[in-house]
T-cell receptor, first 113, second 112 residues
Framework: DVKVTQSSRYLVKRTGEKVFLECVQD?????MFWYRQDPGLGLRLIYF???????EKGDIPEGYSVSREKKERFSLILESASTNQTSMYLC????????????FGPGTRLTVT | DQQVKQNSPSLSVQEGRISILNCDYT??????FLWYKKYPAEGPTFLIS?????DKNEDGRFTVFLNKSAKHLSLHIVPSQPGDSAVYFC???????????FGTGTRLKVLA
């Protein structure tokens, strides 16, 4: 079974704090993704990575950065958290071949106060 | 511009009846489609897929239909069960790309 784990299920941070969200997958997948899910907006892609140290912006990268130093780990960084970044954050991974079906972690509910 | 649309935010169905969830897309280059199910406080889980070379794919109680000319796909659940109550997302991808574009989701409630 593919397993994607995220470091925290729930997180509360203050405005202006630097926030790190960690994601680890155990299936040797090439691709990893960060999404945020908001009511009425579905899943929106923030960043993705198709290889170690490689990254590409998704649809809503502003206010976020990412790091992928190892194949199994993909980190999302909020440089200076703001209240409009309160959301559910979902990490996913997929292989680099075939149909690239994505496997998701359980999500991190981040609240910025 | 929303390339993948799920126009019904919610749907209620009686247990044992058919649930039909719809998804429309605008990009004719999309050639692979997925459906995911998501329970509260959990990540989405993959349900069923369909390639653009097919018009139907079936897996147990779940069937996905694709109408390329109408740029429309639908997920049929028969018979619906209370455990099917969840948010369903459709997603579309262009061949050779890693990215999927997700719809906004439809919340299905199956009434016992």
């Amino acid at each position: 079974d593919v397993k994607v784990t995220q470091s925290s299920r729930y997180l509360v941070k203050r405005t202006g704090e630097k926030v790190f969200l960690e994601c680890v997958q155990d299936m040797d997948h090439e691709n990893m993704f960060w999404y945020r899910q908001d009511p009425g907006l579905g899943l929106r892609l923030i960043y993705f990575s198709y290889d170690v140290k490689m990254k590409e912006k998704g649809d809503i990268p502003e206010g976020y950065s990412v790091s992928r130093e190892k194949k199994e780990r993909f980190s999302l960084i909020l440089e200076s958290a703001s209240t409009n970044q309160t959301s559910m954050y979902l990490c996913a991974s997929s292989t680099g071949t075939g149909t690239y079906e994505q496997y998701f972690g359980p999500g991190t509910r981040l609240t910025v106060t | 511009d929303q390339q993948v649309k799920q126009n019904s935010p919610s749907l209620s169905v009686q247990e044992g009846r058919i649930s039909i969830l719809n998804c429309d897309y605008t990009n004719s280059m999309f050639d692979y489609f997925l459906w995911y199910k998501k329970y509260p406080a959990e990540g989405p889980t993959f349900l069923i897929s369909i390639s653009s070379i097919k018009d139907k794919n079936e897996d147990g109680r779940f069937t996905v239909f694709l109408n390329k000319s109408a740029k429309h796909l639908s997920l049929h659940i028969v018979p619906s069960q209370p455990g099917d109550s969840a948010v369903y997302f459709c997603a579309a991808s262009v061949a050779g790309t890693y990215k999927y574009i997700f719809g906004t989701g439809t919340r299905l409630k199956v009434l016992a």
